[in-house]
């Protein structure tokens, strides 16, 4: 018998899935830059890894955010530039690695290190410029030495640096946490900072640069503060044609969770934070709604993700990595997807070794987490038309009136095709889930299922990381019709055709 029904309406388009909702975000914290993807040893000097690059050069990472975090609103890109031995050392003034390890930054890792390893993997830069103890002169003239093709000293200073070709840097983020540790200004106070950057890095685009720039103002889980800010920075000479292009906020969820103490209850709560992004994006889409009424703001998020308790300041935020973390991950990006009408990036924290990192590396190898694997599942997604779906679904009440739909999932069209998303977010029971695709017949059926096998709480090791790769899924299909057993706590794929 059937416990889950789970329907996808063909018809009913929702919007372009961006391939950029399966974004990244890389900072100068803990060992996701440093170890992570630069190396130094004496023997080969200092480089981007190579087995990092492959696994995200295969991953096809579409865009990847950078230098920060806490570490942008601090950051002078200019100590990142020029001959390494004359880079300035500094203090990482948020990511302190305890009282031993002193938070110093070498540089050693800059603009074109960054810029340079984003076009070897293959992927989009995005770059956030430091709003919260930087000023605007600052953030447009990174613009002119990443983008600029004339003839001034800070073009010439990239091509002296090795990169002759403007690096076309589309994405621009005018801050980060404004709210906290960029500033800790109120939204009235950071709507008058935007508008002030903004001008100096707005107006180069199109002017000076042959290529457009898109412009990140950044948000705030409280909706009330996003609103405050869109209507004082709506209040420009520009009229309603300001130059703000995507407005963003962050969304990390079980950060009173410890992975090593959580029971079944705690998985069930923690799903259920993930599953708030879906209120999130709705609200913010409503904010921008009540200003933007004459051009199209993108919501972005980008920082998400597991962060639990076991990831402190003192340990670089490094945390187990779990079948359960990397479930939540495709119960978020099945949240994005039914919301590809509005979101237009997303980016997991972090790439490397940090929070719920794709990647973990030690001196010798880099293996994937089980995260990598419900990104590489997912990837079919990229780029399709996100449809709405209907679930009738047992569901489980929680405390303080939550409740968690146990089965859920996403699905969107391709040119032949409908490619279907299910999480079984219950990790106590199996669920037996009819697909139905309303509007077309399909033929054949190819499923995936992973973490079929696992606990939630299997932790990923460079021993047993080949055991979160994915299964073959049964997939019966009859008259149109998908049945599928969903192990508990396991995500699947359903191509159909
Ligand atoms: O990702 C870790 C930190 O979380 C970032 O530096 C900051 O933006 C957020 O608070």
């Known amino acids: 018998m059937s416990d889950a029904e789970f329907t996808v309406h063909t018809d009913a388009t929702i919007g372009r899935i961006d391939p950029e909702t399966h974004g990244h975000f890389s900072e100068h914290l803990g060992r996701c830059i440093y170890e992570g993807i630069w190396e ?36 002078h890109w200019e100590d990142g530039v020029g001959p390494k031995d004359e880079r300035p050392r500094r203090r990482n003034l948020f990511w302190a690695q305890g009282p031993e390890e002193l938070p110093e930054e070498s540089n050693a890792f800059g603009t074109d290190e960054f810029l340079q390893f984003c076009e070897d993997v293959g992927t989009e830069p995005y770059l956030a410029a430091n709003v919260g103890s930087g000023d605007p002169q600052e953030a447009a003239n990174w613009v002119e030495y990443c983008n600029y093709d004339g003839d001034t000293e800070l ?16 994405y621009w983020g005018l801050g980060n946490e404004n709210w906290g540790c960029g500033g ?34 950044c948000g705030f889980e409280d909706h009330e503060w996003n609103r405050r800010f869109l209507e004082e920075v709506s209040k420009s000479a520009w009229g309603a044609d300001f130059p703000l292009d995507h407005l963003t906020f962050h969304h990390y969820y079980g950060r009173t969770m410890s992975v090593a103490e959580a029971d079944e209850d705690d998985f069930d709560s923690f799903l259920a934070g993930a599953l708030e992004m879906d209120d999130h994006i709705t609200r913010i889409a409503g904010a921008i ?21 076991e990831a402190i ?7 187990p990595g779990t079948a359960l973390d990397a479930l939540s991950a495709a119960v978020v990006l099945d949240v994005f997807n039914d919301h590809s009408d509005v979101v237009t990036m997303t980016n997991i924290a972090q790439t490397i ?12 190898e880099a293996w994937a987490r089980p995260t990598y694997h419900v990104f590489d599942a997912y990837a079919p997604h990229k780029g ?21 739909p146990l089965v859920g999932g996403s699905a969107s069209t391709g040119d ?3 490619f279907v998303t299910l999480t079984n977010r219950d990790c106590r029971e199996d669920h037996t889930v009819t697909v139905s695709l309303e509007g077309t017949d399909p033929e054949a059926v190819d499923g995936q299922l992973l973490f079929g096998d696992q606990d939630p709480k299997a932790e990923v090791s460079k021993d047993n990381a080949a055991e979160f790769e994915p299964a073959d899924l049964d997939a019966d299909l009859n008259g149109g019709t998908v049945t599928v057993e969903l192990p508990a706590a396991s995500v699947a794929t359903l191509s159909l055709s």
């Open 416 to 418: 032949d095709d409908t």
């Open 313 to 319: 300041s003192e340990n670089g935020l490094e945390q």
């Open 384 to 404: 399709n038309e996100g449809v709405r779906t209907t679930v009738d679904t047992p569901s489980r009440e929680l405390e303080d009136d939550e409740e968690l």
């Open 184 to 217: 800790r200004m109120s939204p009235e106070q950071y709507a008058r900072e935007y508008r002030r950057f903004a001008t100096y890095v707005g107006t180069q685009s199109g002017l000076m640069l042959d290529h457009d720039l898109e412009l990140i103002a």
């Open 155 to 170: 073009a010439d200073r990239r091509r002296e640096n090795g990169h002759d070709d403007p690096y076309e840097v589309k």
């Open 353 to 364: 070794n940090v929070l719920q990192c794709l990647v973990e590396t030690d001196a010798e």
């Open 40 to 75: 130094a040893d004496e023997a080969d000097g200092e480089g981007v890894r190579e087995d990092v690059k492959e696994l995200l050069a295969d991953l096809e990472i579409p865009v990847l955010r950078w230098p920060g975090g806490c570490f942008a609103d601090d950051y």
């Open 289 to 309: 709604n009540a200003v933007a009424t004459t051009r199209d703001i993108g919501v972005i998020i980008d920082e998400w993700g597991a962060w639990h308790t």
